[in-house]
């Protein structure tokens, strides 16, 4: 009962997700571009899983290490580019954001969400994880979850930057991005992002990657037009 | 003089002896749980705390280690380890209420009380209560947490079930299944495989608990603290909350099991010795699957 | 000399010193003795026979003029007991165990019944870094000014034949303090020791403690065994008080010598023995018994082969708003021989019989009111006539000896204005009930004593401490007559002011 409840939550919300972009898109402007980066960024190690088999098996080859996620071209992966300031207030999504565990890896590695919307934590591994979002400003909490246990919901009130980790896998880190607004996105590796359905006005555009800091930029939307933005986040090697 | 002063004497030395009897005779009732915990910690605390006074006290009991503005720097932090609470967080180990909420005035008054085991947080008994009372007022307002939010609704603890083999035997599936061993390590040793690489949420390392050296827990001593810890979690470190997974009466399951890990003559164990000295041999080892499941 | 019965502090040799130079000139008094060679001097000027109240009376006032008039007054106890040491292994502020240092505060009290423990499974010293190690000092360079009324003196000085005057005598400048070297600390879980070196401002040492304690045996608080050389478990602690200068260092209740008694006996003295203690988990209730031996602490002494105990009981309790409040009990019961085995006419250590008793009970308290503090004592004194009397190795008792009795107090307060600025006063007395002597003056001997001070402490944390004391005392002590007041009584007045700066490292 409760498993066919979960699934069709989930499923209404893949739904959503599917149908949103395409809502914001044909009610105003977007903003779109491309994150880069100059320099060297630090490069990512393989992870040694040996410890936690059930996972390892999933994998082919190794994982590597996500924190700098780059493509070709200089291309920058999850990063948040979202509106910063101007944008339009509005509640919360009512679906839900989802934060899956496979593989003993986060998918995705970083998820957006807005503050008071709805965060699922799912664990489709054979193995207990233990979630530790590692807030200053939220309230800090640490649930573990159990092979097939159901998701955990919980939704955080504040905007910040929450890295995430799992105690027992040390590896496992992610980030929660929970921000001011709706209108955000997460760059593929590459580095590419859309931000639709902005009403016209001024707004300030923000780019957010895990070890490079931030970047803004402003934009003017005046109808329907896609406005280009593009960022160019300086890499440090550590 | 002299008679009546033997007389003195002979009272006196008989009064010791019933002294010593009666403590030497209070030491044996109980079954190898130490002496905190046997009910001192969890006397209610009703005052009404002043936020000036426990400014005063802060600094004369608190402030060396946790700091003058609270936020866990003190003169003597850096020689600490594990180091002092940052109030500024409002994050607390030691809570009756669930993973991510504030904890009610009496759990925090209970760990100044109680102290903090393998940590420089002594045991502060012998503070009035009026003044645990203000001290906590006074480190409430470090945070506005304290302020913005409500604490949240402690656990309800039900009765605890009988000690029996079975419930030690399910306690023992549920350690292995919800990977207890991983940090705690398969005899309890706080040597899991993943213990070493374990951290606090100031990035500190922090080490599991060894139930087979300890006697007293982190947050208390009693089968119902130690059902509490593992429900709540202990915020600010990497023991998370088993709220959502373990519900009722399996919780004691898996007190009984976890009280045999321990150096204690408790009926956990006693009972458990005498199981294992005739059927050790159809217990599976506890920790990774062979087949990798 | 002998050896020292506790470390010296300076406020006594000060006194010492004074009267030496009051004394120096008197033949049969040629040194200056500490007060445990009083009995000596007694009985050795005895002459042979029967003594009479004229002979105990003549022998107090030599014992006066030999540099113990007040009985108490030159003999300041050795003041220690803030320990840095404990405050680097655990990191916590002074001001977390003391009301301000040296006196306890509950918790500090907790600490010390512990075992110097936290328990925290960490007092081990396997716990601690290998670099540290548990010493402290205590040091005190001061300055200050002693005065005494009516001291004998030569009519015309330098001339011993121009017979003799009475004369107020004060003496004054800057001196050093003794030094305390203690350490102190845990050998293994439960397993605590105490080491105090005290030495004089000379550079002459003594044990002023040394023992080794065995705490909560059987994972009982109420069980602990500590043996050795160590402070009677006095609710109003000598060793931890908060006052420094000749008169005013030491309680006169503690050290107080009813005339002509051979008891040598002062509850303030640190003892040799064995003592049983327990408390609950927060201290609040407390318990020791000792047993000792009966040589007033003095290591190696002659009165071996005898014991005394000591039983001690408080309550405390959670006062509210007032703070914790506590109340006790005490009683000492003592044993001295009367009779020892000679040999060539020189008593044998260890030898003595005909053993006879000596009391000391009573009740203290401890109580707050918020920044207020008072620490009211009472005690009744009891000799037995053989001792009240100093009789003679093996004689019978003197005509008109019976057993001396004597009542003694204070009330001590503190108004601590903050953490680091106290105020202090006390009052004292002393009443004789009954002199040895049935014809001894009822009154000689008594004692009155005030004292108050300050101590300021300008910074507080966790390694150190410094205070700056000053302190004036006044006490009025009941002497025999001297020349023409022969006969009658006399009071003396001494007093002490002093400025110093007491720190410990």
């Given at each position: 009962m409760r498993m066919k409840l979960v699934a069709s939550v989930a499923v209404c919300a893949l739904t959503t997700m599917a149908l949103a972009p395409n809502a914001h898109r044909n009610a105003g402007g977007t903003v779109a571009g491309k994150v880069t980066f100059t320099g060297?960024?630090?490069?990512?190690?393989?992870?040694?899983?040996?410890?936690?088999?059930?996972?390892?098996?999933?994998?082919?080859?190794?994982?590597?290490?996500?924190?700098?996620?780059?493509?070709?071209?200089?291309?920058?992966?999850?990063?948040?580019?979202?509106?910063s300031a101007g944008a339009p207030s509005g509640a919360a999504p009512a679906s839900p954001a989802v934060f899956d565990q496979k593989g003993c890896q986060y998918l995705p590695h970083v998820l957006a969400m807005q503050a008071g919307q709805k965060l699922e934590v799912k664990n489709d591994d054979q193995t207990s994880h233990n979630i530790h979002p590692l807030s200053k400003v939220n309230p800090e909490w640490n649930k573990s979850q159990p092979p097939g246990a159901p998701p955990i919901e919980v939704a955080y009130d504040k905007p910040e930057f929450i890295p995430v980790k799992c105690n027992v896998h040390p590896w496992m880190h992610g980030y929660f991005a929970v921000l001011n607004t709706s209108h955000s996105a997460v760059t593929g590796s590459d580095g590419s992002f859309s931000l639709a359905g902005l009403p016209p006005g001024k707004y300030t555009v923000t780019a957010w990657q895990e070890r490079f800091g931030t970047q803004s930029q402003e934009v003017t939307i005046t109808g329907n037009e896609t406005?280009?933005?593009?960022?160019?986040?300086?890499?440090t090697e550590y | 003089m002299s008679r009546v002063a033997r007389h003195i004497t002979s009272i006196a030395a008989l009064s010791v002896v019933a002294l010593l009897t009666a403590a030497a005779g209070r030491a044996q009732t109980v079954h190898g749980l130490p002496r905190e915990g046997r009910g001192a910690?969890?006397?209610?605390?009703?005052?009404?705390?002043?936020?000036?006074?426990?400014?005063?006290?802060?600094?004369?009991y608190c402030a060396g280690c946790h700091g003058d503005r609270g936020d866990g720097i003190g003169e003597n932090t850096q020689w600490i380890d594990p180091k002092p609470r940052d109030f500024t967080q409002a994050v607390f180990k030691c809570r009756s209420t669930p993973s991510g909420t504030l904890p009610t005035d009496q759990d925090v008054i209970n760990t100044i009380r109680r102290g903090i085991v393998n940590s420089n947080m002594p045991q502060w008994r012998p503070l009035p209560d009026q003044m645990e009372a203000d001290l906590l007022a006074y480190i409430k307002t470090f945070s506005p947490?304290?302020?913005?939010?409500?604490?949240?609704?402690?656990?309800?603890?039900?009765?605890?079930?009988?000690?029996?083999?079975?419930?030690?035997?399910?306690?023992?599936?549920?350690?292995?299944?919800?990977?207890?061993?991983?940090?705690?390590?398969?005899?309890?040793?706080?040597?899991?495989?993943?213990a070493s690489s374990l951290t606090d949420s100031k990035d500190q390392p922090i080490h599991p608990y060894d139930f087979t050296t300890g006697t007293r827990f982190k947050c208390g001593t009693t089968n119902a603290d130690l059902y509490r810890i593992f429900m709540t979690g202990l915020d600010g470190t990497p023991m998370a909350s088993f709220a959502d997974n373990i519900k009722g009466d399996q919780g004691w399951d898996l007190v009984h099991y976890l009280r045999t890990l321990q150096p204690l003559r408790t009926p956990e164990t006693i009972l458990w010795k005498t199981w294992l000295a005739t059927h050790a041999a159809e217990l599976k080892p506890i920790g990774p699957p062979a087949d990798g499941r | 000399m002998r050896s020292t019965k506790q470390g010296y502090s300076t406020p006594q040799l000060l006194v010492c010193a004074l009267l030496a130079s009051v004394t120096a000139t008197t033949p049969a008094h040629a040194t200056v003795t500490r007060h445990g060679d009083s009995t000596v001097t007694l009985q050795s000027t005895a002459t042979s026979g029967r003594r009479t109240a004229n002979d105990a009376s003549r022998a107090y006032m030599a014992s006066i003029q030999n540099g113990e008039p007040r009985a108490t007054a030159s003999y300041a106890a050795t003041r220690v007991k803030k320990i840095p040491a404990f405050a680097r292994k655990y990191g916590l502020r002074c001001s977390a165990c003391h009301t301000v240092w040296p006196e306890l505060n509950s918790f500090g009290q907790q600490f010390r019944d512990n075992g110097y423990q936290l328990r925290n499974e960490r007092d081990s010293p396997i716990a601690q870094n290998n670099a540290y190690f548990p010493m402290t000092?205590?040091?005190?360079?001061?300055?200050?000014?002693?005065?005494?009324?009516?001291?004998?003196?030569?009519?015309?000085?330098?001339?011993?034949?121009?017979?003799?005057?009475?004369?107020?005598?004060?003496?004054?400048?800057?001196?050093?303090?003794?030094?305390?070297?203690?350490?102190?600390?845990?050998?293994?879980?439960?397993?605590?020791?105490?080491?105090?070196?005290?030495?004089?401002?000379?550079?002459?040492?003594?044990?002023e403690a040394m023992h080794v304690r065995f705490d909560n045996l059987g994972d009982s608080p109420?069980?602990?065994?500590?043996?050795?050389?160590?402070?009677?478990?006095?609710?109003?602690?000598?060793?931890?008080?908060?006052?420094?200068?000749?008169?005013?260092?030491?309680?006169?209740?503690?050290?107080?010598?009813?005339?002509?008694?051979?008891?040598?006996?002062?509850?303030?003295?640190?003892?040799?023995?064995?003592?049983?203690?327990?408390?609950s988990l927060n201290s609040y209730t407390r318990y020791s018994a000792a047993v000792l031996t009966s040589s007033?602490?003095?290591?190696?002494?002659?009165?071996?082969?005898?014991?005394?105990?000591?039983?001690?009981?408080?309550?405390?309790?959670?006062?509210?708003?007032?703070?914790?409040?506590?109340?006790?009990?005490?009683?000492?019961?003592?044993?001295?021989?009367?009779?020892?085995?000679?040999?060539?006419?020189?008593?044998?250590?260890?030898?003595?019989?005909?053993?006879?008793?000596?009391?000391?009970?009573?009740?203290?308290?401890?109580?707050?009111?918020?920044?207020?503090?008072?620490?009211?004592?009472?005690?009744?004194?009891?000799?037995?006539?053989?001792?009240?009397?100093?009789?003679?190795?093996?004689?019978?008792?003197?005509?008109?000896?019976?057993?001396?009795?004597?009542?003694?107090?204070?009330?001590?307060?503190?108004?601590?204005?903050?953490?680091?600025?106290?105020?202090?006063?006390r009052v004292e007395a002393v009443?004789?009930?009954?002199?040895?002597?049935?014809?001894?003056?009822?009154?000689?001997?008594?004692?009155?004593?005030?004292?108050?001070?300050?101590?300021?402490?300008?910074?507080?944390?966790?390694?150190?401490?410094?205070?700056?004391?000053?302190?004036?005392?006044?006490?009025?002590?009941?002497?025999?007559?001297?020349?023409?007041?022969?006969?009658?009584?006399?009071?003396?007045?001494?007093?002490?002011l002093l400025f110093a700066f007491d720190f410990d490292f």
């Open positions: 060297t960024p630090p490069k990512m190690k393989p992870i040694d899983m040996a410890k936690e088999p059930s996972c390892a098996k999933e994998h082919a080859t190794p994982v590597m290490n996500e924190s700098v996620v780059t493509g070709a071209g200089s291309t920058l992966g999850d990063v948040v580019v979202y509106i406005a280009k933005l593009d960022f160019v986040l300086k890499a | 910690d969890i006397k209610a605390n009703t005052h009404v705390g002043r936020v000036a006074i426990g400014k005063e006290e802060y600094k004369r947490r304290w302020t913005s939010e409500k604490p949240g609704t402690p656990f309800v603890i039900p009765p605890e079930t009988p000690v029996t083999t079975e419930s030690i035997l399910a306690g023992r599936a549920m350690f292995q299944k919800f990977e207890c061993w991983k940090c705690h390590g398969a005899d309890g040793r706080g040597d899991g495989p993943s | 000092i205590r040091v005190t360079p001061q300055f200050h000014v002693e005065r005494g009324t009516r001291q004998l003196v030569d009519a015309t000085p330098g001339d011993a034949e121009s017979g003799q005057v009475e004369r107020t005598l004060t003496s004054h400048g800057f001196d050093l303090s003794g030094i305390d070297i203690w350490t102190a600390g845990t050998l293994w879980k439960n397993v605590s020791f105490v080491v105090l070196l005290s030495g004089d401002n000379l550079g002459s040492f003594g044990f109420w069980l602990n065994l500590k043996v050795g050389k160590f402070e009677l478990d006095n609710l109003v602690s000598e060793k931890r008080f908060l006052f420094l200068s000749g008169n005013g260092g030491s309680y006169q209740s503690y050290h107080f010598v009813a005339p002509g008694s051979s008891v040598d006996f002062g509850i303030g003295d640190n003892q040799i023995g064995a003592e049983l203690s327990g408390h007033d602490g003095d290591p190696g002494s002659g009165n071996f082969s005898s014991y005394d105990a000591n039983l001690n009981l408080s309550q405390a309790f959670d006062g509210g708003k007032l703070g914790v409040e506590r109340i006790g009990a005490f009683a000492y019961l003592g044993e001295r021989p009367n009779t020892y085995q000679t040999s060539g006419g020189e008593q044998i250590p260890g030898s003595g019989s005909n053993r006879k008793m000596f009391y000391r009970a009573g009740l203290a308290g401890d109580f707050f009111l918020h920044r207020l503090e008072f620490l009211p004592l009472y005690m009744h004194a009891n000799d037995n006539a053989y001792l009240a009397s100093g009789a003679d190795n093996g004689a019978p008792l003197p005509i008109g000896a019976r057993d001396a009795s004597w009542n003694g107090g204070f009330l001590e307060t503190h108004y601590y204005i903050n953490q680091q600025l106290v105020l202090l006063q009443r004789m009930q009954n002199q040895g002597f049935t014809d001894l003056p009822h009154n000689l001997g008594n004692v009155d004593a005030y004292t108050f001070g300050t101590r300021w402490y300008p910074f507080m944390f966790s390694r150190a401490g410094l205070a700056l004391h000053g302190e004036y005392s006044l006490a009025k002590t009941v002497s025999p007559g001297q020349l023409e007041t022969e006969g009658s009584t006399i009071n003396i007045w001494t007093s002490s």
